[in-house]
């Protein structure tokens, strides 16, 4: 099984940052690609930000310049750090990887439980 724990949401007012966390444990052989995923209520999820295993980063247009995506492949963890946060960033966010449990073996998804991230005043 493979298990992704997120943390590091919580409320923080327009123009703050928050870093979020997440760690993968279980039966993964390598991690293929990671990334953030938000949805908000009454909105379809997006995806925020990738990083594959070479270290290529991809962001949503409405992230740019102020989201960082990282990840530690030694401790199979993904973060992704958010500065100038704004309301619209106000979403549960949700860690996502692409793992491949063996050599040869197709990649799998998995998901977290999500953190969530409130921006207000």
């Known amino acids: 099984q493979v298990q992704l724990v997120e943390s590091g949401g919580g409320l923080v007012q327009p123009g703050g940052s928050l870093r979020l966390s997440c760690a993968a444990s279980g039966s993964i052989f390598s991690i293929v690609r990671m990334g953030w995923a938000r949805q908000a209520p009454g909105k379809q999820r997006e995806l925020v930000a990738d990083?594959?295993?070479?270290?290529?980063?991809t962001y949503a247009d409405s992230v740019k310049g102020r989201f960082t995506i990282s990840r530690d492949n030694a401790k199979n963890t993904v973060y992704l750090q958010m500065d100038s946060l704004k309301p619209e960033d106000t979403a549960n966010y949700y860690c996502?990887?692409?793992?491949?449990?063996?050599?040869?073996?197709?990649?799998?998804?998995?998901w977290g439980q999500g953190t969530q991230v409130t921006v207000s005043s």
């Open positions: 996502n990887i692409d793992s491949r449990r063996q050599l040869g073996f197709p990649t799998m998804r998995y």
């Open positions: 990083i594959t295993n070479g270290g290529s980063t």
